[in-house]
C-alpha cells in the first residue's frame, strides 16, 4: 500500500478514536450530571438520559464501522480456528458475499426509514430521528466496503491470518 496512503489513514483512525473517546466522556459527564442533579438537587433530567442513549448509539456504530478492526471483531471462531489457510479463504469470501448481499439489499428499505423519520424527533434534545440513525446509513456503507474489500483479498488468494489467542485484545 501507498506509505502517504498508510500514513493519512492512520491519522484518520486516530482521530475517529479520538471522537469516541470525547463522546464517551461525554456521556460519562451527562451520566455524573444526571446522578447530582437527581439525588442532590432533587431534579430530574431527562435530557442527560437522552444524550446517554443518543451516544451510545453513535458510539457502538461509528465504532464497528471505523475503528475496531477486523480482527477485533467479536465472532464464532471454533470451527474457523481449526481448519487451514485455503478453507479459512473460502468460508471468508462466503461470509463476505452473504453479509455484502444482506446488507445490500436491505439497504434501500433503511435508507428510506431512515429519511422518513425526519418527521420524529427526540423529546427532550428535538434531535431529528432522521440525524439521530444516519449513523446506521454510514456503518452499512462501511460494513459493505469492509467486507467488498476481505472477498476481493480472498478471491486473491490471501487468506485471513490465523487466530492467535495470545495476541487476542479487547477491541478498546
Known sequence: MN????????????????????????????????????????????????LTVVLWIWVVLFGAAFVVREEEEIRFDLLYATVGPDIRRVMTLAFAI????????????????????????????????????SIYLVFVVAVIARYLWLAWRALRGEAPAEFDPTKASSGV
Open 3 to 50: 506509505p502517504g496512503l498508510r500514513k493519512v489513514g492512520g491519522w484518520l483512525y486516530r482521530r475517529a478514536e479520538n471522537a469516541i473517546a470525547i463522546a464517551i466522556g461525554a456521556m460519562f459527564a451527562a451520566f455524573l450530571l444526571q446522578v447530582a442533579f437527581r439525588y442532590l438537587l432533587n431534579w430530574p433530567t431527562g435530557w442527560s438520559n437522552e
Open 98 to 133: 452473504a453479509l455484502v448481499a444482506l446488507y445490500g439489499w436491505s439497504f434501500p428499505a433503511v435508507f428510506s426509514y431512515v429519511t422518513f423519520m425526519k418527521v420524529e424527533s427526540t423529546a427532550y434534545l428535538k434531535i431529528r430521528f432522521d440525524w439521530l440513525f
